[in-house]
């Protein structure tokens, strides 16, 4: 339906619900009554919306299409923004048309229908509210430019702005609306499990008497979602990094482990791995005879035991070695380990391809076990084993520990192929979220490295600008159940080292044991010495928006008309028009840290020389993505400086949809297109995959020029005496 037709038609259904409830309203009980006047209010109050709506959806049909990629990738925040305000029309002219052909009926709930027009009312006004936002966005960044980057207040402003809206009615009746609508059970599933979660967090409870708990007491937030919308708007704004953490591992818990491994396929081989850290001696990617040295992960507490895991469909040479299995044993273990593998007799040779996968989480949660179910898939799909990296997580290991610990865990799989079933003539990186963050960063530290390249990346919905900048995107977060800003600038904020003192000795971190929770403690303090240069460029900027709280007496005038509040004074919204504000007190750290600007954490602001001669990259990114302007721009960023780049963009789902494989068809065709990506990579030609492992000068791989800001050590180039391979 084209957009004139869109609004055409909401204007005509909404005089059609008015004139049929105009002779309605003064009939039944004064609670019927009540009811049926707010009806009618909310009905009004939607045509209004969708009158002003109009003309700026409008003139962001005229533009949006100079912020794609190319005429076949149709793809940006602007255009997002136009389909969820879209969605949500769609939306309420179906459920006026229902009120207009049932309202006499002696069957027609008059009380529920008014709280569901209300409800997209609320949602249509803050709709509203953003296209003026992304209105704001066309006028103050450069042509087609998605991202305002520059020191000029608009990104802070944004935050202020974006925390003092009201959000709590899309995560209520309106939950999940923009999304496919076989999630929309999911979302209601897991936000009233988070809500019940969030109430029994700081209660005395083991896991599992916590976890029954929230079982037990779910169940008033799915019958009452404006309850389950109010407190996850809380939640979001207020509770901690811990909370999100420990939410977030549920997945890791044996129960929801169990019950997911029954719908996941199996495979012959799930091994876990823990690596001691050895120095490594890698072949120069310029010169294969001379060695250069890849030293442990010494970042914030020096070196330490790395964890991966191993997931092959079939049994290959090599998996069931002596070799191998001692590193499945306990930590410090060096003899063989007993495993049902050994009884198996039938082996398949090595694959020629290997995948090395880092999990998304925010760079705070999960392991490669929330990620196994569409591993396992992909494993099978491919005939390819999949070794993939438990990097150490934020708060209590910020910036740079994880990438050191995926590049040292690159280089060794790239040494030990052989145990792990292939020999990896063919090496694809693949990860979503975070772990999409790091195939590209560790790709860039391959290269300063002298290492041999991986012959592709398929990262997913990946992070490529950790800071608050202002997207039409990000926009999006305020109505993103996967991802709300203020958990996405937690979550930031972590990872640079921001958090990194708010690690706490008790039980709700988690899956840090007594010995890891002493450690932490002690090791975050040995690191500020060690690592007071880094932290010194941390400048947290704490904003608070509960100064822009209207009085109460205007809150009360504003829900009188169907808004909260009064204008912030951040947003010149036009006249007349005043968005609904949040009543919670919140207060977000802004990501503001200098750290979010290195390269490392935010390729999309690397220097060319350091994206020149990545390997060919697939993004593939979902549209209703709040990150899906990081993927947009990177993608143009590659291609303006001739690096091999493809992206695809999936309509109806949300950030995180490979964890959510099996659940709708979308989802399973959204991880299928994955899988082919990845495909493509082990299957492009050598002249393709040549251009992915440029000449490297060996003079430039020891001098600091590679490397501007400090990530690799001295010694972590070529050792003094140059060792020729065997």
Known sequence: ????????????????????????????????????????????LIQAHGRALQPVVRHFTMVYHHFDLDAQTPANGYRTLVKVVRSCVLYIIQKTRYVVANCDSTFFRVEHNAGELEAYCRALCQLRALMYLGQRLLGENGVEELYSTQDQGLSHSFVQEYMSLHKACF?????????????????????????????????????????????????????????RGAEFERMTQNLDMHFWKAFWNLTES???????????????????????????????????RLCVAVHPPVAHWGPDFIKMRLISDTLREGQDSEELLAYTGAEGSTGPTSSPLRLRRQKEPPSPWLIVHFHGGGFVAQTSKSHESYLKSWSRDLAVPILSVDYSLAPEAPFPRALEECFYAYCWALQNCHLLGSTAERVCLAGDSAGGNLCITMSMRAMSNGVRMPDGIMAAYPATLLTADASPSRLLTLIDPMLPLGVLCKCINAYAGVESQTVESNEELGTLGAFGRDTALLLTDLSQGASSWFQSLLDPVSLSVSSNRPP?????AGNAAGNVGTNSGLVDY????????????????????????????????????????????????????????DSVMFAKRL?????????????????????LTHLSKETEQASEICTQRIREVFQQSPAS????????????????????FGLARRDECLDGENELSD
């Open 171 to 227: 995560y209520g009746r309106c939950l999940g609306f923009q999304f496919a609508p076989a999630l929309r059970p999911f979302f209601q599933t897991v936000i009233s499990s988070m809500v019940s979660f969030g109430d029994n967090w700081k209660k005395q409870q083991s896991g599992i008497g916590r976890a029954a708990l929230t079982i037990l007491t779910s169940g008033k937030y799915v019958v009452d979602p404006e309850l």
């Open 574 to 629: 036009p006249e007349g028009f005043v968005p609904l504000r949040s009543e919670q007190l919140s207060e977000v750290r802004t990501p503001s840290a200098l750290i979010l600007k290195n390269p490392y954490v935010s390729p999309l602001l690397a220097p060319s020389n350091l994206l020149k001669g990545l390997p060919p990259l697939h993004i593939v990114a979902p549209a209703l993505d709040g990150l899906l302007d």
């Open 639 to 659: 291609r303006s400086i001739g690096q091999p780049v493809t992206l695809t963009v999936i309509e109806d789902l949300p950030h995180g949809f490979l964890s």
């Open 1 to 44: 339906m084209e957009n004139q037709v869109l609004f055409s038609t909401l204007e005509a259904t909404c005089e059609e619900a008015i004139a049929a409830l105009s002779g309605t309203a003064t009939a039944g009980t004064s609670d019927t009554e009540a009811a049926s006047s707010r009806l009618l209010e909310s009905v009004r």
């Open 552 to 556: 109460e007496s205007a809150r009360k």
């Open 254 to 288: 044996e129960l929801i482990s169990g019950l997911a491994s029954i719908a996941a396929k199996t495979v012959q081989v799930n091994l876990t791995l823990t690596i001691p850290p050895i120095t490594l001696r890698m072949p120069l990617a310029s010169d294969p």
């Open 689 to 708: 995959a040549n251009c992915a492992r440029p000449t490297v000068d060996l003079n430039n791989h020891i001098t600091p020029m590679t490397d501007p």
